[in-house]
C-alpha cells in the first residue's frame, strides 16, 4: 500500500532563516510525489508535485523539494522563509502502478515561522 | 484563477439526518473526488468520479454515501443516515485528467458537525 510520513508534528523556524518539512515514502512502485499547504479556514492548495526527471523541483511562492529515491524522501524547502509561510503542510503520493488514482496524505507538519 | 468552490461552509445535523455536500468543481475538468479530514487526523480519499460513475472508492465509503453530478457543474456527495463519527471537514478537489501526474485542485471544504 502507499503511505508518506511527515515525521515532524511542528516545526518552528525564524524569519530569514531555511525551513525544511521533511516527507518519507513509501510505494510499491515509481511514486508521484505531491506537497500541499493548508491556511487557516482555507483549503488544500497545490504548491508542487515531482512526476519523473530533475530531482529538484521548484514550485509556487518560491518553495522546492528534492526527490531522493535511495532514501525515498521528498523533503520541502524553502531558503528564507516568511511570517506568512505559517500553515499547516502535507505531503501526499500516487502509485498508479496499482491502478489508483488517489492521493495518500501524510498527517501534516504545523509549520510556525516567528518573526 | 479557477477555484474549486463548496458549499456550504459549515454544516451542523442531528444523528440521523440526510446531508448533501456540493460542490463545483473547476469547469473543463473531468475527475472528480471527495476526501475528508477527521479533527487531528489524516486527509482520507472517499471516492472518486469520472463520466457519471465511480471510478474508485475507500473501504470508508459505504452505502450511506452516494455521489452524483445532477447538471453540468455541481458534484454532490450525500450521506443518507448522519453518524457521529461522520463528523469532519469534507474536501472536494477535481482534475482535469485521471494520469498520474494531474494535480487535483481542493475546495475550501466543508466542515461537518453531527450532534
Known amino acids: 500500500a502507499q503511505s508518506v510520513a511527515q515525521p515532524e508534528d511542528q516545526v518552528n523556524v525564524a524569519e530569514g532563516n531555511p525551513l525544511t518539512v521533511k516527507c518519507t515514502y513509501s510505494v510499491s512502485g515509481n511514486p508521484y510525489l505531491f506537497w500541499y499547504v493548508q491556511y487557516p479556514n482555507r483549503g488544500l492548495q497545490f504548491l508542487l508535485k515531482y512526476i519523473t526527471g530533475d530531482n529538484l523541483v521548484k514550485g509556487s511562492y518560491g518553495f522546492e523539494a528534492e526527490f531522493n529515491k535511495s532514501q525515498t524522501s521528498f523533503h520541502l524547502k524553502k531558503p528564507s522563509a516568511l511570517v506568512s509561510d505559517s500553515a499547516l503542510y502535507f505531503c501526499?503520493?500516487?502509485?498508479?502502478?496499482?491502478?489508483?488514482?488517489?492521493?495518500?496524505f501524510g498527517a501534516g507538519t504545523t509549520v510556525t515561522v516567528r518573526a | 484563477e479557477p477555484e474549486v468552490t463548496q458549499t456550504p461552509s459549515h454544516q451542523v445535523t442531528q444523528m440521523g439526518q440526510e446531508v448533501i455536500l456540493r460542490c463545483v468543481p473547476i469547469s473543463n475538468h473531468l475527475y472528480f473526488y471527495w476526501y475528508r479530514q477527521i479533527l487531528g487526523q489524516k486527509v482520507e480519499f472517499l471516492v472518486s468520479?469520472?463520466?457519471?460513475?465511480?471510478?474508485?472508492k475507500s473501504e470508508i465509503f459505504d452505502d450511506q454515501f452516494s455521489v452524483e453530478r445532477p447538471d453540468g457543474s455541481n458534484f454532490t456527495l450525500k450521506i443518507r443516515s448522519t453518524k457521529l463519527e461522520d463528523s469532519a471537514m469534507y474536501f472536494c478537489?477535481?482534475?482535469?485528467?485521471?494520469?498520474?501526474?494531474?494535480?487535483?485542485?481542493f475546495g475550501p471544504g466543508t466542515r461537518l458537525l453531527v450532534l
Open positions: 468520479f469520472y463520466n457519471n460513475e465511480i471510478s474508485e
Open positions: 478537489a477535481s482534475s482535469e485528467a485521471l494520469r498520474g501526474a494531474e494535480t487535483q485542485y
Open positions: 501526499a503520493v500516487r502509485d498508479i502502478s496499482r491502478g489508483d488514482y488517489k492521493l495518500s
